[in-house]
């Protein structure tokens, strides 16, 4: 749209310059024209009229003259006549000439001493005029002058109506060549174009043959068609192939999952069940700016994992939409395809009210299970009003997964995370036949700190409902055993580990989840790399990133004080060592949540103050969402990656900073609070609560010979690529499966 407009812009500007070109030749052509007929006429007159007043003059018929003056007032054009001596007096005059003006004195003057006549245009009274004098003689002598005035504003009358008539053809021309031209992109450009952008998507998403558009006709794009049908015809095939090679190998477990191999898996063992996921979270977050509407990715652990599944099952993500736009972008069932740009699952929006919003998520979810799942010494907050609005929007997602899966058969429900806790069991109930499973992203407490929340046993209830209780690690799904056989009345089967209350079994399971290993090697180029510097205005050697929402369980304010010690205990690194932290603003309706967003803002102010010198400061913290390839690209630059989370379920970071390393070079320094601690041991493994291990671990990184950074790296790389997510999605599926 943007290059049409400036098409039609340089159209405009170019009738524009050519239409002002002709119209200011035109114009001074005409005022020449008209002013050349104005002195001729003047002329004419005024000789004509010397005839007359000559003989009067001599004679001193001051009465005859005045007589014959007035006899021309007021005729077209004519704005008066004046007989003057030869020192400037008047001897005769019109009415309507003004006292005379330094300028028609001037003319009357220079007409009597150089005995010929003298015109010029000038204005009086606001008004253009035109005034000759001649002179009057008695034999050879001069004795006066003969003024002859004439309206000339008809001048300007007729220069401006040329303007305003090129003005109105112009805008007219304008108007037929920008419509003219737009009907030109429309039927000759833009339509055949969008048939073939709207073919490659269709073979990109292998839907050839469903709704093909019409590339044929279009004279000027048949060569490129041509082309663009063999890619197409080309693209099948190897998507063909692709498949087919993903069915035969589904059952060889050690050769690597990928996005096609997963959607094989899943078709061959789904057989047409549909896939419906449930988070509170959606996947992407639609905003308005003026009239342009655009789109996010949310910084959530939860997205980067159960995105890609969606993208390679299809089927319906229901979430709560909680962009400004998500309304207005959705259809009359609150559904939207997405990814944006190619669609390849449904995203059904459900709306909460503010009151909703502030009990059920800011106030249970985030107030209080989110600090009693996680062990970072903030007090959980429990209200009566907080469980009661917790309650009823389980119940509003409740019913939009009915409304799902009224007409599905056997589907298979995957809730995400404490937010839904609620919301397996009232399914269940409604839907026997549906296999019900829940993930719990964070971690899962023992026993005894689950005994503060007041309704422990309605959640724990909530949470049975599911046929499959996921975790990350297996001591997660120990401590939810044992919490629930200290809170409920229920049969545990330690061997297949399973619970048993009220004839229905739910069988616990740790799944770590990973991320979608890239199947392409990418380097980041030293342009790139100068260009992301240079707008952080960083010359430093070596660069340590930190990515994190601004939350304290991630430990942000235990790192700032490591980084602190690093620089006390080596100075020699002050200007040689940059860390950038990228915190993504969360929660921000939380009192907590704003209140440690300022003490983190104090600390890196603190530190940088006191270790900042010629241009240069430790850290550099930049607080905005951004979008996963910005992240990895500085992911790529970075020598190091700091995660000291203070206890996290699983944490992705430390996984996305792996795979971005294609060269093998890089250090990753790991909280051992972590769930990926337990799977990546090559990484540096630290307490974040001692900053001085953690400075310990910053020097190690930096120090660290790339025989052994690259001996670290390849064997990290080899665990998230060898239980990547499609192979967690695949596990997750063939479990669920195997339940319904």
């Known amino acids: 749209m943007k290059q049409i407009f400036i098409a039609l812009f340089t159209i405009v500007a170019v009738v524009a310059l050519i239409v002002i070109t002709f119209t200011i030749n035109q114009v001074n052509h005409e005022e020449e024209r008209l002013k050349n007929d104005m002195v001729y006429r003047s002329t004419l007159l005024a000789d004509s009229l010397r005839e007359t007043v000559e003989p009067n003059f001599v004679n001193k018929s001051e009465n005859s003259l005045q007589t014959m003056v007035d006899r021309f007032t ?40 150089a005995d010929r006549a003298n015109g010029d245009f000038m204005i009086f009274e606001d008004k253009k005029i035109y005034a000759l004098a001649i002179p009057l003689h008695d034999d050879a002598r001069v004795v006066g002058a003969l003024l002859v005035i004439q309206n000339a504003g008809y001048i300007d009358d007729r220069l401006r109506e040329i303007w305003r008539n090129n003005v109105i053809r112009f805008l007219l021309q304008a108007s037929l060549l920008s419509l003219a031209t737009l009907l030109l992109i429309r039927w000759i450009i833009y339509q055949p174009v969008k048939n073939l952008v709207d073919l490659l998507r269709l073979t990109r998403t292998g839907k050839v043959g469903k709704n093909v558009p019409n590339i044929s006709g279009s004279f000027f794009f048949k060569p490129l068609i041509k082309e663009l049908t063999s890619v197409q015809r080309s693209l099948s095939e190897a998507r063909a192939a692709v498949l087919e090679e993903a069915r035969l190998r589904m059952e060889r477990l050690d050769s690597p999952w990928t996005s096609h191999r997963l959607k094989a898996y899943t078709k061959d063992i789904l057989d047409e069940r549909t896939i419906v996921v449930v988070s509170n979270r959606e996947p992407f977050v639609h905003t308005k700016n003026g009239n342009k509407f655009d789109y996010y990715i949310p910084a959530s652990g939860m997205v980067t994992a159960i995105e890609p599944l969606m993208e390679s099952c299809g089927g319906i993500w229901i979430a709560h939409g909680s962009g400004n736009a998500d309304q207005l972008v959705v259809d009359q069932n609150d559904h939207i395809k997405t990814p944006p740009d190619e669609p390849k699952y449904t995203l059904r929006r459900i709306w909460l009210t503010e009151q909703e919003e502030n009990h059920y998520y800011s106030g249970f979810s985030n107030e209080g299970l989110w600090p009693l799942c996680h062990n970072a010494h903030v007090r959980p907050i429990f209200r009566k009003e907080d469980w009661e609005e917790y309650k009823n929007v389980n119940g509003k997602f409740t019913k939009a997964v009915l409304s799902e899966i009224k007409e599905k058969e056997k589907p298979i429900i995957f809730i995400q995370d404490f937010h839904l806790a609620l919301l397996p069991k009232i399914v269940k109930q409604a839907r026997p036949d549906a296999t019900v499973g829940i993930f719990w992203h964070i971690p899962w407490p023992n026993e005894e700190s689950f005994s503060i929340c007041p309704w422990k046993k309605e959640i724990l209830e909530g949470i049975l409902g599911a046929d499959l209780v996921a975790f990350h690690t297996q001591l997660y799904c120990n401590n939810f ?47 790139e790399d100068n260009h992301l510097l240079k707008e952080l205005n960083i010359t ?65 102010e603190r530190v940088n103050s006191q270790f900042k010198h010629n241009g240069w400061k430790p850290i550099v913290l930049i607080k905005k969402h951004h979008s996963r390839e910005e992240i990895n690209k500085y992911y790529r630059l970075a020598n190091l ?100």
């Open 74 to 113: 007021n005729k077209e054009r004519f704005a008066g006549l004046g007989i003057y001596g030869n020192k400037g007096q008047t001897i005769a005059a019109s009415s309507t000439i003004p006292k005379a003006t330094s300028s028609a004195q001037q003319i009357i003057a220079d007409a009597m001493d």
């Open 481 to 527: 055993v044992e919490t629930v056989s200290k809170e409920l009345e229920s049969l545990i089967d330690l061997e297949q580990f399973s619970i048993t209350r009220n004839d229905h079994t739910s069988y616990i399971k740790p799944l770590p989840i990973g991320i979608a290993f890239p199947n392409t090697e990418y380097t980041l180029k030293e342009t």
């Open 540 to 604: 430093s050697k070596y660069i340590g990133i930190g990515v994190d929402r601004l939350d304290y369980t991630k430990g942000l304010l235990e790192k700032i004080k490591g980084i602190e010690l690093f620089f006390k205990n080596y100075p020699s690194f002050a200007g040689q060592f940059t860390f950038i932290q990228l915190a993504a603003p969360s929660k921000s309706t939380i009192v907590r949540y704003r209140q440690f967003a300022q003490e983190v803002d104090k600390e890196v």
């Open 641 to 740: 990656c700091l995660v000291t989370s203070l206890h996290d379920g699983m944490n992705l970071v430390s996984k996305e900073f792996i795979a971005s390393k294609n060269d093998k070079k890089g250090v990753l320094i790991l909280s051992q609070f972590t769930g990926s601690s337990k799977e990546l041991r090559e990484a540096l493994i630290i307490n974040p609560y001692n900053a001085l291990e953690t400075a310990e671990a910053i020097r190690t990184a930096l120090e660290m010979p790339v025989i052994e950074q690259t001996k670290r790296m390849r064997t990290l790389r080899e665990t998230i690529k060898g239980y990547n997510i499609y192979r967690w999605a695949a596990e997750v599926i063939k479990t669920m499966a195997s339940l319904g």
